[in-house]
């Protein structure tokens, strides 16, 4: 009876299958919860971080190159993906977005570059014969400070020396665990943070500075890219997560409908194959007679 | 009468990775870019730009050390707050960690050319100065 060991194989391989989809659901879920808190001390340290520029700007000149808004000719497209797989429509969101936006820029009359991090995403636009000008893959799971910085630093530094003249986020954003949404999110040149501090310029305590006020600015501000990189990057994290976690307790129910179906195949099978060995032995009495 | 407490300094250190360090000082002892600077309780409002280097603190008339990697410094009142890319605890430091680190930015100086010495240079000091705040620390 072959057909019934085989069902019966199958069962037992789509339970292990469920038993490894739970396990990544509660992996996932566990990830997310980490990523989530870091999320939450990175706002704080923003916070302070555009309380003490906004305190700066009401003193000195706002004037600095990343601040600038040059003549559009080159934009450069920084979309972020995971390393991995098994988190639904996560990367192949991003990567449906990405044709369009540069489709859009370049009707603009704009030259576009495009830069990515994520393994899953590099392999796929490359597959699919795009030329990334850079790439960074790896940081699933370990997105730290340090890794947004070498990422903000790249990216300041081409648009500084005018590799192009204006910076977009592409990624994933984190709206809630079961809702993530591709977002387009301009990072350079910087948005003039300082129009509402410039106003509001007025005595409060007065500070001594050391280098001057406006060194320190100039020190500080770029800080602004590498919080933005690095908040997108945990957003885009915390979003692969949360998708890991969906498509998983999907795929664990789905595990359980098909074992189901599966079971009652057998039962009905091995059903079937009592009644015919009660047929054969029906037969044969009634042949002896 | 004499139930004057110290004074002090409340000290928050703040990170990207979040607030490593709030608590109540009696003096700190910072690099700024353009030198050591001494804060006491009382010091006029001021804000500093930080080097990669070692904070020192006074609590409870004991010295204590931070690794502060760059940032910022403001002092105003009672108040003083650091925003850094980085600060570890003495105490937690992991020299072993701090010493591979520092071998492998040698190593990549070594190689030369196409590499940011900047950066490198700048990795270097970070895993020095870890090593030393953590040295610091030891022979208590």
Not at chain 2, 12 to 30: D, L, Q
Not at chain 2, 55 to 77: C, H, M, P, Q, W
Request: aromatic letters at 6%.
């Amino acid at each position: 009876m072959p057909a019934l060991k085989e069902i019966r194989k199958r069962i037992g391989s789509v339970k292990s299958t469920r038993q490894i989809t739970k396990a990544m659901k509660m992996i996932a879920a566990v990830k997310f919860r980490k990523i989530q808190n870091k999320m939450l001390a990175l706002r704080y340290y923003a916070e302070r971080m555009n309380s003490v520029l906004l305190d700066l700007v009401k003193n000195v000149d706002a004037v600095h190159p990343l601040l600038e808004v040059r003549p559009r000719k080159k934009v450069e497209i920084v979309a972020l993906t995971g390393d991995r797989g098994l988190c639904g429509a996560f990367t192949s969101n991003v990567m449906k977005a990405l044709p369009r936006l540069i489709k859009e820029k370049r009707g603009e009359g704009l030259e576009v570059s495009v830069s990515m991090t994520g393994k899953r995403g590099v392999d796929l636009f490359i597959r699919r014969g795009g030329h990334l000008r850079r790439s960074w893959v790896g940081l699933s799971g370990r997105v730290t400070y340090t890794n947004a910085q070498a990422i903000a630093m790249d990216i300041g530094e081409n648009y500084l020396n005018e590799t192009f003249d204006e910076v977009i986020l592409l990624y994933n954003e984190f709206r809630s665990a079961i809702a993530q949404k591709v977002v387009a999110v301009p990072l350079l040149p910087l948005a003039p943070i300082v129009s509402e501090g410039a106003e509001a310029r007025q005595e409060g305590a007065e500070f001594l500075y050391e280098p001057s006020q406006q060194e320190i600015f100039n020190r500080l501000l770029p800080k602004n890219i590498e919080i933005q990189v690095f908040s997108s990057l945990l957003e885009s994290q915390a979003s692969e997560e949360a998708a890991r976690m969906t498509a998983m307790e999907n795929a664990t129910k789905a595990a359980g409908d098909m074992i189901d179906h599966l079971t009652l195949q057998y039962n009905k099978a091995r059903q079937a194959s009592i009644t015919a060995e009660l047929m054969d032995i029906v037969g044969g009495v009634e042949a002896i007679r | 009468m004499g139930t004057q407490t110290e004074s002090t300094i409340k000290l928050e250190i703040i990170t990207p990775h979040g607030v490593v360090f709030n608590k109540g000082v009696s003096e700190i002892i910072a690099v700024g870019v353009e030198g050591e600077v001494g804060l006491l309780p009382g010091h006029a409002s001021f804000i500093t730009a930080l080097q990669i280097g070692i904070l020192a603190y006074r609590s409870d008339k004991e010295t204590r050390y931070i690794f502060v990697n760059s940032g910022y410094l403001e002092i105003s009142g009672d108040r003083a707050i650091i925003l850094a890319d980085s600060a570890e605890q003495a105490e937690d430091i992991d020299v072993e960690r701090a010493g591979e680190s520092r071998r492998r930015a040698e190593e990549m100086l070594k190689q030369g050319e196409k590499i940011d010495f900047a950066r490198a240079d700048a990795s270097i000091k970070r895993a020095t100065m870890r090593i030393q705040a953590a040295e610091k620390m030891a022979p208590r």
